[in-house]
């Protein structure tokens, strides 16, 4: 089954940077949409970004500026960069899989933005 698994998540201290990665396993990579989501407890999901298979990439209203998003085909893994991170950038960050009219989701890693 599809698999989307997580890592990368920490604490940090504000103004820090982090990679997040995504590994996905039993899906057509390369000619799927890949993205990452954001949420806090008791609020909605947020996109922070998305790349396609076509590697065009878009971003939520927030994220301009400090998150960067790729995907390495070669190693069924999508990364995101955030830079100069924030207390509300804390969050757990979800891989999301979008497979026809089915969405898929990792389990997430908690980032904690903190002094």
């Known amino acids: 089954q599809v698999q989307l698994v997580e890592s990368g998540g920490a604490l940090v201290q504000p103004g820090g940077s982090l990679r997040l990665s995504c590994t996905a396993s039993?899906?057509?990579?390369?000619?799927?949409?890949m993205a990452w989501y954001r949420q806090v407890p008791g609020e909605r999901r947020d996109l922070v970004a998305r790349?396609?298979?076509?590697?065009?990439?878009s971003y939520g209203n927030f994220a301009e500026g400090r998150f960067s998003i790729w995907r390495d085909n070669a190693k069924n893994t999508v990364y995101l960069q955030i830079d100069g991170l924030k207390p509300e950038d804390t969050a757990v960050y979800f891989c999301?899989?979008?497979?026809?009219?089915?969405?898929?989701w990792g389990q997430g890693t908690q980032v904690t933005v903190s002094s």
């Open positions: 790349v396609g298979s076509d590697r065009f990439v």
């Open positions: 039993s899906i057509d990579f390369s000619n799927t949409a």
């Open positions: 999301n899989a979008m497979i026809g009219a089915s969405n898929y």
